[in-house]
């Protein structure tokens, strides 16, 4: 079952997991767009996806102020 079907596991995992004073970092190199409201749901406090599949704009219309959204830096043309 998905995360948005099991609401007392969502509970308990954010429950036990902030209350330990702990964040929640999720990295993904997939496309995860149709998963990400459950991972909000089950309070994952930091989304690191892949930002070439998904698009940046899209995903900070979406989800913004209802999760941090890490990207990358450019490696092809900021780094030497």
């Known amino acids: 079952s998905t995360p948005s079907n099991s609401s007392a596991a969502s ?3 954010k429950r036990q997991v902030h209350a330990g004073g702990a964040y929640v970092h999720f ?3 997939g496309m995860i767009w149709a ?3 459950d991972f909000i749901e089950i309070g994952v406090d930091v989304l ?3 930002m070439t599949i ?3 704009e899209r995903l900070g219309e979406t989800f913004g102020g209802k999760v941090c959204i ?3 830096l450019d490696r092809q043309h900021i780094l030497p």
């Open 27 to 29: 990295h993904s190199d």
């Open 70 to 72: 890490q990207t990358d």
């Open 11 to 13: 509970d308990v995992y």
């Open 35 to 37: 998963i990400i409201p």
């Open 48 to 50: 690191h996806p892949q």
């Open 54 to 56: 998904m698009g940046i």
